[in-house]
């Protein structure tokens, strides 16, 4: 039988930023646009989620579960007394605003704090109201919009700027040893060109070999996936109608792109504090429910991550890895030794459990259905897979 194929094509392709499972999303916007309040909905969200007492890491971090039908599935099957969800790291950064590139109001501070994030939540404020203040005095989304996209521009301009002039330094040192390539000269007169004229770098058409030059030699923020959150009132976002969303969504597509999540604080917070969250939702309307499951999973999902299954009759868990991430890998991510003593991983799709398993909380009606598979170092874990891995022996140090 000939050896099967590695599994690695559409997967490994090359994408801007870390390639970890530890990665974040951080809310970005003006002040006063509904930013914290859409964190602190985040944070008490994660609260009623967990199984124990919750601590955030920093008091602007949040840990968030992901929802997820195939772990809910998953955890009234085996019904484990370990139970832990997927999680996404989402952190409150304080507001920016005009000439912060230039150090205005927090300004740099605010800049490198997006930097260390992987991912940024943009929330826009669309509802009108007098009591909450406007940082420029009116309601204008697209302003608001070109505000950021001009500061976070200005800033990986001055990143560029700074990464060419100590590649040139180095070449300089080097006494006829190195040289600047091609692929660098040609990569960051683009990089300029674009910058300079507000582009962000992701909607640039990039080689391979560019994008791991951007990623070797560049910390840019305009790289970054972006998830663009219009806040609106209650009133609005029952009728799913607002005057902006039309003209966001045509800024957005000739922007680069970038999915859209309407959704109300206002509406969130009163949902969420109600008694009966049922009887809110059916006076609410047809239709109607909570944006927060979709603004979480739409980020774990711009971020690459993926995620896999364990599953008995200690522990059912939901394991999170970068899209693309072979089977050792995933290994490492239950035991950072379980990595280097990798033998095989017994994998069974999700789907392929649910349709095949007859109520049984083990893997052997899905063997006999032929959909359990054994896979070795070069496998791709899929999302959505049901893995056991087989380790040997650990060496001890």
Aim: hydrophobic share 40%; glycine share 8%; net charge neutral.
């Amino acid at each position: 039988m000939p050896p099967k194929k590695a599994n690695t094509e559409a997967e490994n392709v090359a994408r801007f930023g870390r390639v970890k499972a530890n990665l974040r999303m951080g809310v970005v916007g003006l002040p006063n646009v509904g930013k914290s309040s859409l964190f602190n909905l985040l944070t008490e969200q994660s609260v009623a989620a967990e199984n124990f007492p919750f601590c955030t890491i920093e008091p602007n971090e949040a840990r968030c579960g992901v929802p997820d039908a195939r772990y809910n599935y998953l955890t009234d099957l085996w019904k484990s007394p370990s139970l832990v969800p997927a999680y996404l790291m989402v952190t409150d950064i304080a507001g920016l605003i005009k000439g912060a590139a230039e150090g205005a109001g927090l300004g740099n501070a605010f800049l490198s704090h997006i930097q260390a994030v992987d991912g940024i939540y943009h929330c826009i404020r669309i509802f009108e109201n007098d009591d909450v203040i406007h940082v420029d005095d009116s309601v204008d989304p697209i302003r608001d919009l070109e505000t950021i996209q001009t500061e976070l521009c200005k800033k990986d301009l001055e990143i560029l700027k700074k990464g060419v002039a100590a590649e040139e330094t180095a070449v300089k040192k080097s006494a006829g040893k190195m040289k600047l390539s091609p692929t660098f000269i040609g990569a960051t007169e683009k990089l300029k060109t674009m910058l300079e004229k507000n582009i962000a770098v992701r909607s640039g058409d990039w080689s391979t070999t560019e994008v791991e030059l951007i990623n070797e030699k560049f910390q840019f923020i305009t790289t970054k996936p972006i998830v663009y959150l219009a806040n609106m009132t209650k009133s609005d976002y029952i009728r799913k109608k607002n005057k902006w969303l039309a003209k966001i969504h045509a800024w957005i597509q000739s922007h680069g792109g970038g999915v859209l999540i309407p959704f109300s604080v206002e509406f969130e917070q009163e949902y969420w504090n109600a008694e009966d969250k049922a009887a809110y939702l059916k006076e609410a309307g047809e239709g109607i429910t909570s944006a927060l499951p979709k603004i979480i999973t739409t980020g774990y999902r711009d971020l690459n991550l993926v995620n896999f299954f364990t599953a008995g009759e200690k522990e059912v868990r939901s394991w999170t890895v970068y899209g693309g991430a072979l089977a050792p890998e995933a290994a490492s991510v239950i035991h950072t030794d379980f990595g280097k003593a990798f033998i095989k991983a017994e994998v069974a799709s999700f789907d392929d459990f649910k349709e095949h398993h007859g109520g049984v909380k083990s893997m052997a009606n899905v063997k006999a259905a032929g959909k359990y598979r054994i896979e070795g170092k070069t496998y791709v874990v899929k999302d959505g897979d049901i893995i056991y891995f087989q380790i040997g022996t650990i060496q001890k140090k």
